[in-house]
């Protein structure tokens, strides 16, 4: 398996569908990418292209998301979404994230993620069930 390491990039395309649009999600009234869909596919890059280096029994979780929402994307555009690793500090990784079509900047920013061991992190999450609210 080859190494994780700063410089490393990975990208998809995805088209704009109804489902994805502010209106649909209830984030605004226009029929544009919602900032909430923009966002899960610049983390959803960002997690692929990390998962690809890990061993068997390791993810990564989100940490942090800082982006600008810069230009709108009609229903029918074609994204362009890309990760590029920017650093490694211990088991926190820095991507910087980017959307785009053609040549109009949709959003770009900074993810940051967390390399966890799958098995500690379900019993946090088991720990911490027994403190939270239920409906």
Wanted: hydrophobic share 40%.
């Amino acid at each position: 398996m080859n190494e994780l390491k700063p410089g490393l990039k990975y990208e998809f395309k995805r088209v704009v569908e109804n489902k994805h649009s502010a209106s649909f999600l209830g984030t605004g009234g226009v029929q544009v990418l919602s900032t909430p869909t923009m966002i899960m596919w610049m983390e959803e890059a960002a997690r692929i292209l990390a998962d690809q280096y890990l061993g068997e029994g390791k993810t990564t979780v989100g940490i942090h998301v800082d982006v600008y929402h810069k230009a709108p994307a009609p229903i029918g555009s074609i994204v362009h979404v890309e990760a590029l690793l920017e650093s490694i500090k211990g088991r926190k990784l820095v991507f910087r994230v980017k959307a785009y079509s053609g040549e109009v900047v949709i959003g770009e920013g900074i993810h940051e993620r967390y390399i966890i061991d799958l098995d500690w992190f379900n019993n946090k999450v088991r720990e911490v069930s027994e403190k939270v609210e239920k409906a």
